[in-house]
């Protein structure tokens, strides 16, 4: 069986169903969801394991290293899933309108239950990213 799991759900203020919500709340199933968040590097560095969209969002949680189990909310994100499961980054769980919430939970219960693939995962994002992207942007754009 898995350790005691501690679940914290991040979603923005437009996300649907939760307009209601404090900025922090706590489910009767101990998940704690937090809304508009400010601090989420912080949140980022705290977790073993996240589970996103596949957004720009990845590419922070490549910079920290966190290993992630993505899922393509919007069409355009399908090939960024692909490809973070194709270089060993990521677990491509599948596309929001068709993945259930039994192969979510099968499939990160089985990511939170191997360390040795949260590491080698982990591994491969830290090589993915350093962090000085934009400041090659800007040197790109000033020698133009």
Not at 38 to 59: I, K, P, Q, R
Not at 64 to 85: C, D, Y
């Amino acid at each position: 069986g898995l350790p005691a799991t501690e679940v914290t759900i991040v979603v923005g203020g437009s996300a649907a169903g939760i307009g209601a919500l404090p900025p922090a709340s706590q489910s009767n199933y101990g998940i704690r969801i937090e809304k508009n968040v400010l601090d989420m590097a912080e949140l980022m560095a705290w977790a073993d394991v996240a589970v996103t969209g596949a957004g720009t969002t990845c590419w922070e949680m490549c910079l920290l290293k966190l290993p992630m189990a993505v899922i393509g909310v919007a069409e355009n994100q399908r090939p960024i899933a692909e490809a973070l499961e194709r270089m060993g980054t990521a677990i491509h769980l599948g596309d929001a309108k068709s993945i259930t919430r039994q192969e979510i939970a099968t499939r990160v219960g089985r990511l939170l239950g191997s360390q040795k693939e949260r590491a080698e995962l982990s591994k491969r994002c830290g090589t993915m990213v350093d962090g000085r992207g934009a400041e090659r942007v800007v040197a790109e754009l000033v020698r133009g």
